[in-house]
């Protein structure tokens, strides 16, 4: 304590007053004599300043104005109000300057994610990052992202480039006034970005296409375990439907006035994305005198995705309809000459120079055939991509025409624009209505099924054009009630067009049906228990497996106590994913193990390929109802074995108690920040987790490693202020802002936030002034 209260006297210049001790008692504290002592706390509180003086200059300089008056290129005064959440409610007076005071505010808040995400859809990240991301960059120039995004900038429509260019500009106004206090991210990457272009934001919608869209993998999957297996086992791991899709198909839920307590619809919306900090979505309020909408925006895409306004409110989830083709070519990679239809034709070369930081720029060629570019090669064959964006024209930017959407009628026509990715949009209005539509630019197919890779050479499996609006599958009003999706199939058996695509199982659809006729009369916060359900049928359907197969054949070998505690765990399991307890991991690596010994069946060697399969459980769940005898001699034995060598795997991570094993400890989920948290020392805190998860790929609240609710929204539209959302992170992707994770604490504990609309409680007030 001593030497404490002489630091601290030292430091502030007060003489010392204590009793010393004699020279001969303690020689060595000779080192503490007042002129040493003053010559350490000086050096001492130098590193202070200095450490003070860079947090300053890299962190809270960086940190956005959101009080105060400024100036801006707008044609009337606006405000940018923050809520206790930092979310920006923008009235401006008109949607221009509203259009461009959202790019303004993203641009404060989430700039250098938005430069990063435009980097990596046009193949540019190895540029400022390096060599790590070459390979990242040489794909995003095979799918040629910049490039069509360059063709949909020629073909926009005059309304959809004003609104893109409106926000641009709002960027670009940051960034203009900004350049010597932009987050840290650039001062440690040691770049500036240049100005933000309405391609870019095309760029943004495409990147989040490739993500939802991307198919291909599966079809060279199957592809390739047809090349050594049993045809007909593959199909039936790849089966077009199931047939108990719940219709219609995707991840969110409306109810009718008529089961909720308020007597009004209520609309539910969880979308599933990849992990990343900062979140996937921003969240924002735009009003001038033709708009007035809130919700979930994605940076870099001027408008809000998913929301409501003063009449209507709307959710969406991926579609997972196919638009894309892989087509075997018959080509001189040499020469680019490919043969379609008896005849030769020429693919075009494409050649671009890829910069990469600290070494020599990567050249990178493509040949663009008819179908597309040459995009995959197996020995010999080489293989081409058609993607729907790739020359779809003229381009409409629909998203300001939905936030405008007064009814029905009106929503379905801003929704006919909406080319992709392909959704389910979940609709209610405030009187009454609720409904549904799919949406997005569909390829009709005649001749050939397109979870292989198609011909090229023959012209037999070309599109012919799209699948009409009208002719999507919808639904308004429908007797039950409620509208439940969940990314199943949601296209009825008998569909006249040929159904292709990448479709999930029924289990998450079935539960929120189940959960939703468990009540008469629901309130807008009691969704959240639907939201965060844990409960997998199939999950629960495999113990029930095991425990019969155990019951039948009990094992008498070595391993016989280890068993006979799994089977004991689940024989009294009640089917939920919670962390903490021991049965959802047996169960888990269980199915690993199962699902592996059905692809060596049917495909020897290629196990590792089938690991993403969508309807892979459904797939496991029917074969052993069925238990057909050309699969396995005993199912019962199958399990066993499967039950054996998933405790093996199980002791290796987490020792031979079974019962104490926790699925928390195996589901963990680690988000690294990608810049911040690669700081030695401190990036770690930026981070999240790792943090155990409960949820699996068949609960409702989708959960695993790789992917789960990017955001939980409820709607009341009997007040819109008793609406409830939630995003993983918080609006600021700056590490300093206290906005940065405030917003993780609810949603991990499955709490949400009111969704201020009318009632804002204001922690800062920005004016804005024409200039």
């Given at each position: 304590m001593r030497e404490v209260s002489l630091f601290r006297r030292a430091a502030e210049g007060e003489p010392d007053t204590s009793p010393q001790p004699a020279a001969d008692d303690l020689p060595s504290l000779g080192l503490f004599h007042t002129p040493l002592l003053r010559v350490v706390n000086l050096s001492i509180s130098v590193l202070l300043i200095?450490?003070?003086?860079?947090?300053?200059?890299y962190g809270w300089r960086s940190l956005p104005q959101t009080s105060g008056t400024l100036q801006a290129p707008i044609a009337a005064a606006a405000k940018i109000v923050r809520d206790e959440r930092g979310v920006p409610h923008i009235t401006a007076g008109s949607w221009q300057d509203a259009i461009f005071l959202q790019g303004y505010a993203l641009a404060q808040d989430r700039l250098w994610q938005m430069d990063a995400m435009r980097r990596l859809a046009a193949g540019e990240l190895a540029e400022v990052v390096g060599k790590a991301a070459l390979e990242s960059d040489q794909e995003s120039r095979r799918w040629r992202m910049s490039r069509i995004a360059e063709e949909q900038e020629a073909h926009l429509t005059p309304e959809s480039r004003a609104i893109l260019a409106a926000y641009a500009r709002g960027v670009n106004y940051f960034l203009e006034t900004h350049r010597d206090s932009l987050p840290p991210e650039f001062t440690l990457l040691r770049y500036d970005p240049r100005p933000w272009r309405v391609r870019d934001s095309l760029l943004a919608v495409l990147q989040m296409n490739r993500m939802l869209t991307t198919t291909w993998r599966e079809d060279m999957n199957k592809y390739l375990m047809l090349q050594g297996g049993d045809a007909a086992k593959v199909n039936f791991l790849y089966p077009p439907r199931t047939g108990a899709e719940v219709q219609p198909g995707s991840n969110a839920w409306v109810i009718s006035g008529s089961r909720s307590a308020s007597g009004k619809p209520i609309l539910a919306n969880d979308p599933h994305l990849e992990w990343g900090v900062p979140s996937a979505w921003y969240l924002v309020h735009l009003k001038a005198p033709d708009l007035d909408v809130e919700g979930a925006a994605l940076p870099g895409i001027p408008g809000v995705i998913v929301g409501h306004n003063r009449r209507i409110a709307w959710g969406v989830t991926n579609l997972g309809f196919d638009v894309q083709d892989l087509y075997r070519e018959q080509i001189d990679l040499n020469t680019g000459r490919y043969v379609f239809q008896g005849k030769v034709e020429q693919a075009r070369l494409e050649r671009e120079i890829i910069a990469v930081k600290?070494?020599?720029?990567?050249?990178?060629?493509?040949?663009?055939?008819?179908?597309?570019?040459?995009?995959?090669?197996?020995?010999?064959?080489?293989?081409?991509m058609r993607w729907m964006p790739d020359g779809a024209d003229p381009y409409v930017f629909p998203l300001l025409a939905i936030d405008r959407a007064q009814n029905w009628d009106e929503f379905n026509s801003a929704l006919t624009h909406f080319a992709g990715p392909a959704q389910n949009f979940v609709y209610a209005d405030v009187d009454g209505n609720i409904g549904y539509h799919a949406v997005g630019n569909l390829p009709v197919r005649k001749n050939c099924p397109s979870d292989v890779p198609l011909d090229g050479p023959s012209g037999q499996c070309e599109w012919q054009g799209l699948i009409p609006y009208g002719d999507l599958p919808s639904f308004f009003n429908p007797s039950a009630d409620a509208i439940v999706t969940a990314n199943q199939n949601p296209f009825p058996q008998n569909y006249e067009t040929q159904v292709d695509g990448r479709f999930g199982s029924n289990y998450r659809a079935k539960q929120i049906r189940a959960r939703l006729d468990s009540r008469a009369k629901w309130k807008p916060e009691e969704m959240l228990s639907v939201q965060k359900d844990v409960y997998s049928a199939f999950a629960h359907f495999l113990a029930s497996q095991i425990v019969s197969a155990w019951d039948k054949h009990p094992d008498t070998g070595s391993s016989l106590s280890q068993l006979r505690a799994a089977v004991d765990v689940l024989r009294s399991w009640n089917g939920q994913m919670e962390k903490g307890t021991a049965a959802p991991m047996i169960a888990t690596l269980t199915f690993d193990k199962l699902r592996n010994a059905m692809v060596e069946?049917?495909?020897?060697?290629?196990?590792?390929?089938?690991?993403?399969a969508y309807l892979a459980p459904e797939i496991a769940e029917r074969l052993l109802r069925e238990r057909p005898s050309g699969w396995f001699p005993d199912y019962d034995a199958l399990l066993l074995r499967c039950l054996k060598e998933a405790l093996a795997d199980g002791e290796k991570l987490q020792g031979s108690r079974v019962a104490r094993w926790d699925y928390?400890?195996?589901?963990?989920?680690?988000?690294?920040?990608?810049?911040?948290?690669?700081?030695?020392?401190?990036?770690?805190?930026?981070?999240?987790?790792p943090i155990p998860m409960s949820g699996s790929s068949t609960t409702v609240k989708q959960t695993t490693r790789r992917l789960g609710p990017s955001m939980r929204m409820v709607i009341d539209l009997s007040n819109f202020d008793n609406s409830l959302i939630?995003?993983?992170?918080?609006?600021?992707?700056?590490?300093?802002?206290s906005h940065y994770m405030d917003q993780w604490d609810a949603y991990y504990s499955g709490h949400s936030y009111p969704m201020e609309f009318d009632h804002v409680h204001v922690s800062s007030v920005l004016t804005i002034n024409p200039r």
């Open positions: 200095l450490i003070l003086a860079a947090l300053y200059w600290g070494q020599a720029p990567d050249q990178f060629e493509a040949w663009v055939t008819r179908h597309g570019p040459i995009f995959v090669s197996d020995g010999p064959a080489h293989f081409s069946r049917a495909s020897p060697g290629h196990a590792a390929n089938y690991e993403s928390g400890r195996y589901n963990l989920l680690k988000v690294e920040n990608p810049v911040i948290g690669k700081l030695p020392l401190v990036g770690g805190y930026f981070d999240i987790g939630n995003i993983t992170t918080g609006e600021s992707g700056n590490v300093f802002s």
